[in-house]
């Protein structure tokens, strides 16, 4: 997936400080695994794994606090959902 980091968000139109993408399986148990990228080439060992592990599935927080954060720009995800 591709994503665009607008430099304001919301009704307010408020500087954007972070972005949190999560995805939730379909079916319960359902292994997945996210990857963050700064750009289209992915390199796994290099990239930003999800960490936030939420009831129903997993996310991911990119914000100003991390390396590479930036808005006005592309992040892309990498999704992995091991179907048994």
């Known amino acids: 997936m591709r994503y665009y980091i607008p430099s304001k ?6 500087d954007t400080k ?4 999560s995805i939730e399986p379909e079916d319960d148990f359902t292994r997945m695994e ?7 080439n992915f390199y796994l060992i290099e990239e930003k794994p999800a ?4 009831l129903d599935g997993i996310g991911i927080k990119f914000g100003v ?4 954060w930036q808005v006005k720009s592309y992040v892309y995800l990498i999704i992995n959902i091991y179907k048994e």
């Open 65 to 68: 606090n991390d390396f590479g």
């Open 51 to 54: 960490t936030h592990i939420m």
């Open 9 to 14: 968000a919301g009704d307010f139109q408020l």
């Open 34 to 40: 996210m990857f963050l990228s700064l750009d289209a």
């Open 18 to 21: 972070a972005i949190k993408m």
